[in-house]
């Protein structure tokens, strides 16, 4: 992210880790039916004329779609992501999870992480609204995994969905049984990814001291790799707050930089990603809705 859309996005990370955002940050020009014709545009552009909807009697001056995908472009949707937490007296996120996999499974949707993405990102593209990415936040690595998050990554193996678990790495001793987890679910292709070593909120901490922000990042980082032998490259961050100087994230051999609102597009000439997410709403099907209008219109 260039530091002029720092600013930007800034702006738009107002709410913390688990409060539900319904509200997409920005719309871009919509162009998917065939995949093909051009780059999403940026967040502030108008609507693109050239929908591949409009099939009555084109205008000469309007080229037709073509079936080429453009992969010269810099700027790439993010795909539909949704966050998950543990559940609540006032959210029971096993039961949504369990009927979004049926929504899930009803679309037809390619199931991805972050890390998948990285490396290939034309596929971001190419499924435009088929690509979804889910994760689950605050596990920690010194403690067994709570019997409601274990539940959901049940439901998710089930369903042979893939997912990116944010991690935690407070304490000195990790849980051997939690370890066995994540390194089994990191073999069937689950992302672990750090949600740094104390989960402090990165947006406050680079105010007062921003070396700490990059010991956050390294310390989970060399925590994780210790544990379980992969270093993340995605950085869920506490509360969805980004900072405003990249290089703390960037330097620290991060690709992604997940936060909450914005993020609906990536720039691949950035050193790294900075990605939003979506809460869940209601029900799963609304859920979906949102996300689609969100990341995929
Ligand atoms: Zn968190």
Redesign the pocket.
């Known amino acids: 992210m260039k530091p002029s859309t720092l600013g930007l996005v800034a702006a738009l990370l107002l709410v913390g ?2 409060t539900p955002t319904p509200q997409a940050a920005a719309t871009i020009a919509t162009e998917t039916a065939t995949l093909t014709l051009q780059p999403p545009a940026p967040i502030t552009a108008p609507p693109n004329l050239a929908l591949p909807t409009q099939t009555s009697t084109p205008s000469p001056t309007i080229p037709p779609p073509t079936a080429t995908l453009d992969i010269t472009t810099d700027q790439w949707p993010t795909p539909l992501s949704l966050m998950l ?1 543990r559940k609540s007296a006032k959210f029971d996120t096993v039961a949504f999870l369990r009927d979004f996999v049926k929504t899930l499974k009803e679309n037809d949707v390619h199931v991805v992480t972050y890390q998948q993405v990285a490396t290939n990102l034309e596929m971001t593209l190419r499924e435009r609204g088929k690509l979804v990415i889910i994760s689950i ?2 596990i920690h690595l010194i403690a067994p995994i709570p019997p409601d998050i274990q539940e959901m990554i049940e439901i998710l193996r089930e369903a042979g969905y893939p997912a990116v678990l ?1 991690v ?1 790495t407070e304490g000195i001793s990790p849980t051997q049984e939690t370890v066995e987890t994540l390194k089994e679910l990191s073999a069937l292709g689950w992302e672990i990814a750090t ?1 740094t070593d104390t ?1 402090k909120n990165l947006a406050e901490l680079e105010n007062w001291s921003p070396g700490d922000v990059r010991m956050e990042i390294r310390i989970s980082c060399d925590k994780i790799e210790k544990a379980i032998g992969i270093r993340p490259i995605t950085l ?1 961050l ?2 969805g707050q980004m900072v405003m100087t990249p290089k703390l994230v960037y330097k620290e051999n991060i690709r992604w930089a997940v936060g909450i609102n914005g993020g609906v597009v990536f720039d691949s000439t950035d050193r790294f990603f900075y990605v939003g997410r979506e809460s869940p709403g209601l029900d799963a099907a609304g859920t979906f809705r949102a996300m689609m209008q969100r990341f995929a219109p």
């Open positions: 880790c688990g937490h936040d605050d944010g935690v949600h989960h869920i506490p509360e």
